[in-house]
Structures are given as structure tokens and as C-alpha cells.
RNA sequence: GUGGGUAUAGCUCAGCUGGUUAGAGCGCCAGGUUGUGGCCCUGGAGGCCGACGGUUCGAACCCGUUUACUCACCCCA
């Protein structure tokens, strides 16, 4: 048999309407924060991923499909979404637009990783980036959209912790506290942090290991170390943050892995999904267009991982007992013909309410009545019409509701009194 | 890339210290008379016990290897 590659997902039916719901929840609110929908290709040159998101990152030394096309080009399948929106605002000459520039996207991106929970080879990620604006307001608005979007989900147990990783003017003056303060703590560091010491000390700081988080608890922190800008951007953003009644924590240990951060970063974070907590990730990128060939312009943007809205939601619908009140596909009316004449008529009447857009269904199985009934329970049809030689020759034939099991007559050439029943209209 | 756990029917799992026709529940299909679903009853289909190799008279069970799934580290959404 062949299988489906590792870390990646068959959606079916039965669990296709959650994703639909959650999808729908999050272009809706972007819209409604005026936000316009972007979409751009599955895969881009590598350049571009290493220029963006950086060499030194993770994702970019060891977790990327990079592939030669047959002209011996790079090309690598999108392990996120910000480059490949920058590199597109650029190519489309976004910039020369009205600013702020608002997009959104919906896509799916891929990262050679070993899979657990909220985490696959191939996931989804829901992202919205604004351009042109430097302005701590533009975080705000960023966090509050990635928030509302969580909330309009129906997820309410999250948290948002926030902090400020500084800018090409403070930041390497903060390495070198950072580096001074673990190098004098060396022996007692684990093993990989001890060789992160000398490319990104940062990461230290996020290190799980009991050790080094003990150490890190001391370390000089990136908030205090801010130049002047960094630091009063930082304090606006707690104002407007505040004004907006957002509740928010400073974590001053989060460390994002791509490189293009600069100033604000974000997370949320829920403890329902295990260890892969983060459900929305995010933050500034003021240095990321002009990085990839672009003009000097600020962004800022987040993505969140579809999958794990999806654990976090039905993990607390599960908590609350709460039945979801997400709609499934089933058809208004089911036909049950008996017999070569009807099924000829109940194919006229499905095609007619196909026509007029209403969900009809009917046997083609050739089954029996009460195995047509019982077919007809399983999909969960709102009614089931009976059609048999009685019923042709008088014109006339029983509608039955299925929730109430009520029957009524119907005439079966009057299609208007049929579509009157399905949708519950009271008829004269 | 590193570590832990698990692999028996479509799904969830039994299978006693190795003993011959491998089980249950759910699901699926068909029936319970003449044209009516949900409950109940009956029957049926469906498994070389993840794969390969070894020990043994004999392996789902013991040993080795491998693959997949899963959780965690790393990292991230």
C-alpha cells in the first residue's frame, strides 16, 4: 500500500467542517479589520528564504524542502509565510501604494520536522502582515486582530505574552552583556548552549533545560537593555495595549527563530494543546523588506497554526461539554423510490431542487425501503420522500420529517409546495 | 537529529507462564413477511496478529533488525 508521506494529514469529511469554521472565523475578521486576501505560490527560490528568514536560523539550516527544478535552479516549498509576502509586495510594486498595506493569508507551508502534537511536515498557517507603519499603534492593531480572531473562534483559555528584542542599534550591544553574563556562568551551561554562546546567545534565554533557565533567570534582560526608541515603542505598545483592556504579560524570555524580528515579538499561547503551545506567533519586521531587495518600509505580522486553533478549540469545547455548533453537510430531502418508474421521477425532482440550489439526495444503490430509511437517517437528511406506484398513479406521496416523523402529502409535480415544505414555510 | 511508548478486523481494544479453527464491542452489509429510520434481535462479510530474520516439534506471544504511528527534546505555527 501506498501511504501518505510522514507529518502530513488526510482532511475527510467528517472533520472537514471544523476546519472550514475556523478558516471562515479568521478571513472574517480580517476582513472586518480591512484586511485584503493574498495568495502566492507553494514554492519560491531558496534565495529568498535564506535572505529573509536567515542563515542562522533553524528553519533554514535543516528543515526546508529545497529542490533542484530541471534547469538545475533552487527552489524551496514555503516554511512560512512572511518572506514569500514580502518578496511578493515587492514584485507587485505594493509599496507604492497607500499605507498601511493589509494582507492575509491562508496557506500551507511545510518544515522538515519529526511530527507530535501541533506539529506535521506539512501544516496550515492563517497570517496577516501590515506594511508602512513603524508606529507602535500598528503592533497593537496587529496583537488585537491575532486576538480577536482567537476569540471569535470561541478559544478563551489563552494567554498573550509580549516583548521587545530591540533593533540593529541596541541589539548587538545587549549580545555583549548577554554573551559576558553566560560566558562567566560557561561550565555549568548544557551542551548546546554552551556552542550557542557564540552564534546566538539569545536563544539561551529559551532554553528548557533546568540548568540553564536557573541561569537565564538572572540574565540581563533585552527590556532593559532597549536604546531609546526600542524602549519608549515598547512602552506605547503596553499603553495602547492597555487602552484596548488587552490583557498581556511580559516574557521577556521569548525568542523568536527567525531572524527578521526586530522590537515587538508576541506569542499566544495555550496550555490545552500540549507541549507545542504556541498558537499564534508574531512580531516586528522592520528591517525584512528592504532585506529581500525592497524598499526601507516597517511590517509587522503573526501567523497561527490552524491545527492547533483547531486542538485548542475542540479541547475546550470538550472541557465545557459543549456541543459545537458547527453545521455539517446533509441534504434537505432524501428520495426513496421503489421501482424503475420512480426512480426516473425522483431523479426529475433531485435535479430540479439542485437547479434551485437545495441539497437533494436519492437511492442509487437499489436498496430496499427500510435500508433506503435508515441510509436516509445515517446522513442525517431533514426529510425523506416515498415514491412508489401508488404514488404514480395518484400523483400524491408522503413527505416524512425525520425529526418530528411527521407525515404530510404532497403532490409531486408541484415543485414550489415541496420546496414551501423543505424550508418551512407555512403554505396556504 | 536525540530519547520514551505503541503496532492484533474499518475503529477501540482482549488474547492467561509459546500449543494447533485468533476474539469482543462499535461500524459496515443483509434479514426480523406483504411499502417507513433511530431501540432491540438474528445472520454475514472482513485479520498471512506492521515487515523481515532467528530460537523452537510448534510463535500474535521469546530474541534481533526495520518501518510506521505517537509523545517529548530541539525548534516553531
Known sequence: MIQKPRGTIDILPDSSPVWRYIE????????????????????EATELFNRGVGDTSDVVQKEMYTFLDRENRS????????????????ENNLYTETMPQKLYYLVNCFRYEKPQAGRSREFYQFGAELFGSGSAMADA???????????????????????????PACRPAYHRVLKEYFLSQKENLCETCRGRLETNPLRILDCKSPVCSKIAENAPRSIENLCGDCSSHFAKLQDYLNAM?????????IVRGLDYYTKTVFEFISENIGAQSTLCGGGRYDGLIETVGGPKIPGIGFAMGITRLILAYEEEQKIKEKQNEIKTDCPELYIAPMGNDAQVIALD????????????????????????????????????????????????????????????????????????????????
Open 75 to 90: 527552489f524551496t516549498l514555503r516554511p512560512e509565510g512572511t518572506a514569500c509576502v514580502a518578496r511578493s509586495f515587492i
Open 24 to 43: 471562515s472565523k479568521a478571513r472574517e475578521t480580517a476582513a472586518c479589520f480591512g484586511y485584503g486576501e493574498i495568495r502566492f505560490p507553494t514554492f
Open 349 to 428: 425532482i433531485i435535479q430540479n431542487l439542485r437547479y434551485k440550489n437545495i441539497s437533494a439526495d436519492c437511492d442509487i444503490m437499489g436498496r430496499s425501503l427500510k435500508a433506503q430509511m435508515k441510509y436516509a437517517d445515517k446522513i442525517k437528511a431533514s426529510y425523506v420522500l416515498i415514491l412508489g406506484d401508488n404514488e404514480i398513479v395518484t400523483g400524491a406521496a408522503e413527505i416524512k420529517n425525520m425529526n418530528t416523523g411527521e407525515q404530510t402529502k404532497v403532490y409531486i409535480n408541484d415543485i414550489e409546495n415541496l420546496i414551501k415544505i423543505l424550508k418551512n414555510i407555512e403554505s396556504d
Open 245 to 253: 483592556k488587552i490583557p498581556f504579560l511580559i516574557n521577556t524570555k
Open 141 to 167: 492593531e496587529i496583537i488585537s486582530l491575532a486576538r480577536m480572531i482567537i476569540l471569535n473562534i470561541g478559544i478563551t483559555d489563552f494567554s498573550l505574552e509580549i516583548n521587545s528584542i530591540g533593533c
